[in-house]
């Protein structure tokens, strides 16, 4: 009688929980997906906005590397806010910003509107939807535990959102220009409106949520980040960040432009696009069950010191397609495969509360190394030298970052 209905009670109560889990990953997976299809596909956008802004590839690099830094600089801002606010709250400031940003960017025909929207608007409503704020939505749902292995998975959905975004929009801006391609873009934007609602509702029923805007919801910037600093590991992790930067905005910027001045058709260039996005996703969920069961800082070391041989390649090897398609595919794997270690060692460290405003503000150096890396890729497009240079400063900096990140002392990060 009643034990068996108590069992019958329980059973429909897990399924509605793993259901539950899944709804709330999926979701997280959209809404970052999407907007990292946006984002690392700046460079693609950069080639269709060429011909109708009057803005050259120098200035159109300016701008992607300003949206660099805006993207670092806002995130630990946007990371209080979720925290007086809610993590929600700023998805739905991030979505309104991007759906703005794309549709007016086509439209500008010089280089003060094409820094508005192209270099500050559109960067900050992708930072609404970054990695820090979508994980602070859905850990209150999933507990600390299930978020640390799902901030792989999570993680992973941005190669989701290059592999389908990256021929798609290279193919609709080769048929119907740029204009229409950043158009249907904004699709999906609209689609996570809903999306959004369900992840505030889930956030809201869950007591941690309360327990956490009690704990540290008085507390300044300032004061989290003088404890954050005050760690010699923290400081370690943004210095191997900051390098990290400087690699992914080569990718995102140059990449594609890079393969076209090879002789590679941009047809197949957009295609080595989709391999680095569908390697993202594997080397990102991968390295998010390593952690598992090794310590996060050899993982976030190993990972750097792999970017050593990429660059490598790119200063010795022939640029030929099979060149192209394997340096990508690494690329790919080591690319977005640093921020499940570093974003478990910070919320580790710190705790899961305070993780989007320190994961954002290590952004501020990845974001900064972006812009350096943007700019001057254009300056020496513009220049006549070729993208070599880059590719030596990216390895010596990946020295660094592989050093800095085996220097970690306190990696408490068993999941055991």
Not at 299 to 322: D, E, H, N, Q
């Amino acid at each position: 009688g009643k034990s068996v209905s108590m069992e019958q009670s329980n059973l429909q109560q897990k399924k509605l929980n793993i259901i539950q889990l899944i709804v709330a990953v999926a979701a997280a997976c959209l809404v970052h997906g999407v907007m990292q299809g946006v984002h690392d596909n700046y460079g693609i956008m950069l080639n269709g906005l060429l011909p109708v802004t009057n803005v050259d590839y120098a200035g159109i690099s300016f701008c992607i590397g300003a949206g660099a830094l805006v993207y670092g600089f806002a995130q630990p801002f946007l990371g209080m806010l979720a925290l007086r606010k809610s993590n929600v709250f700023v998805i739905f400031i991030g979505i309104l910003s991007t759906i703005v940003g794309l549709v007016i960017t086509p439209l500008c025909r010089n280089i003060f509107t094409l820094f508005i929207f192209f270099g500050l608007v559109l960067p900050f409503g992708t930072t609404g939807l970054c990695f820090g704020i979508v994980m602070g939505a859905i850990t209150p749902v999933l507990g600390e535990r299930r978020a640390a292995i799902v901030s792989g998975i999570v993680q992973a959905s941005a190669g989701i959102g290059d592999a389908l975004m990256s021929p798609g929009l290279e193919r609709i801006i080769s048929g119907f220009g740029i204009r229409a391609a950043m158009t249907i873009t904004t699709l999906p934007f609209f689609i996570m409106v809903p999306v959004a609602f369900w992840l505030g509702k889930k956030s809201r029923d869950c007591t941690i949520v309360s327990r956490d805007k009690k704990t540290i919801g008085n507390q300044s910037l300032s004061s989290i980040l003088k404890v954050a600093f005050a760690d010699r590991d923290y400081r370690l992790i943004l210095i191997g960040f900051a390098t990290c930067g400087f690699n992914m905005s080569i990718i995102e910027s140059h990449l594609f432009s890079q393969y076209l001045s090879y002789g590679i058709s941009g047809k197949t260039a957009s295609l080595t696009l989709t391999i680095y996005g569908i390697a993202t996703m594997t080397g990102a969920v991968f390295v998010g069950f390593l952690g598992a069961k090794f310590r996060m800082k050899n993982i976030l070391g190993c990972v750097y010191a792999m970017r050593i041989l990429i660059s490598l390649g790119f200063l010795i090897l022939p640029k030929t397609v099979p060149f192209a398609f394997l340096a990508t595919t690494l690329l790919g794997m080591s690319g977005d495969a640093t921020v499940p270690p570093t974003s478990g060692i910070i919320s580790r460290k710190f705790g899961a509360e305070k993780m989007a405003v320190l994961y954002g503000f290590t952004l501020i150096g990845h974001q900064i190394g972006a812009f350096a890396s943007s700019y001057l890729g254009g300056i020496l497009v513009k220049m006549n030298m070729g993208y070599s240079p880059l590719w030596a400063i990216n390895m010596v900096l990946a020295v660094i970052a592989s050093i800095a990140s085996f220097s970690i002392r306190n990696d408490k990060t068993s999941m055991g």
